[in-house]
């Protein structure tokens, strides 16, 4: 470098690194916590045709899954329900729902789990934390129909 | 140096004035296009692709025919009860069309179901009840199976029976607007919101329009 440049070497190094260091610090923010991705990509995939990306399902026909009484309360179906499906009418906030949902039967038993992780934490849901021994479990009585 | 510079400019004016002439979606006039093939009659006229007559049954026995739409502009779309992808997404977006015009008495809205063998009559009413629409604005038909399945041809719509297709059906959820001349004027992509963002401003130019 000539000795008239308007920056010498340790100049430019410093300058260098203060912008590796901002930018380290942008990336850091961003990756912002996002809990139960699998799960959200899965529900993406597998479920919101019909629940909606929001979770809103589509007037009498499907029922919602965001601020659901039905999810909240009949957890220990949610797994048997996933990989099976579900006949027959049900009553979700009042109003009576009766749609077949097809099983999905080649997710695993974690891909399950992450689901009902994902939908029981999205869109202001608080309904709890599942883990794959309790969806193993629940799904025993399912597993050999 | 200078021949340089006059050739990137050449280039230049030559990238800009082709994104000119490419065509926005619009026609000259600021209408909105005609979609198909044109043809040219004996008079030198322009032939512009029009839906054919149809006759099919809606969800409550009413025979549908393009008599049932005259002098109104229409939205159509294929779909089948028990599908397991994309038709309720589909489903909503027509419901966002429906919810925006239910009041404009110059828009009607049909469903044909692609499903001929099990979407029935009954079958058809009770998923309208489920959506709970009036069914004098929108429609869901069946008929005969290849009587429908021409028709989404003429709407420029991909269907077809499909064993490996989940539901048995391969299908599109492409939206169409068919103005009073029958003519095709608009399309969306049913599973993108942003896409029927872009179509209900289409709509409500061809009403304006018309």
């Known amino acids: ?145 | 140096m200078q021949r340089l510079i006059s050739g990137i400019v050449f280039i230049l004016l030559l990238i800009i004035g082709i994104l000119f002439v490419i065509p926005s979606g619009e026609s000259d006039n600021g209408k909105l296009p005609i979609f198909g093939f044109k043809d040219v009659d004996n008079k030198g006229d322009t032939i512009y692709h029009k839906i054919p007559d149809f006759s099919f049954i809606d969800q409550d026995s009413n025979i549908i025919t393009n008599e049932t739409f005259a002098g109104k502009a229409y939205i159509t779309d294929f779909f089948f009860i028990h599908c397991p992808s994309i038709c309720p997404k589909v489903k909503a977006q027509m419901m966002r069309i429906y919810d925006e015009f239910e009041n404009n008495d110059q828009l009607l809205m049909i469903s044909h179901s692609i499903d001929t063998r099990n979407d029935t009559v009954p079958a058809l009413k009770a998923y309208a009840n489920k959506l709970d629409v009036n069914t004098e604005k929108w429609r869901f038909v069946t008929g005969e199976h290849d009587l429908i399945y021409e028709m989404a041809d003429d709407y420029f719509i991909t269907a077809l029976v499909d064993e490996d297709a989940p539901g048995g059906f391969d299908h599109s959820g492409t939206l169409i607007l068919v103005d009073k001349n029958r003519h095709v004027r608009a399309s969306a992509n049913g599973t993108d919101p942003k896409s029927v963002d872009e179509f209900l401003v289409k709509i409500e130019k061809l009403l304006n329009e018309e």
């Open chain 1, 1 to 145: 470098m000539k000795s008239n440049s308007l920056l010498s070497d340790s100049k430019v190094k410093f300058i260098i690194s203060a912008v590796a260091i901002i930018i380290l610090v942008f990336q850091l923010s961003n990756c912002s916590y996002q809990p139960f991705s699998q799960g959200e990509t899965l529900y993406e995939y597998h479920c919101a045709n019909c629940h909606m990306p929001d979770g809103t399902g589509l007037k009498s026909l499907i029922p919602p899954l965001a601020n659901s009484d039905w999810l909240k309360e009949h957890q220990e179906e949610l797994p048997c329900l996933i990989r099976k499906g579900i006949k027959g009418p049900l009553t979700v906030n009042g109003k009576v729902y009766d749609t077949e949902m097809a099983g999905i039967e080649y997710l695993n038993d974690v891909q399950i789990n992450n689901v009902i992780n994902y939908i029981n934490n999205a869109w202001g849901n608080e309904y709890g934390d599942s883990n794959v021994k309790v969806v193993r479990k629940a799904l025993e009585s399912c597993n050999s129909q």
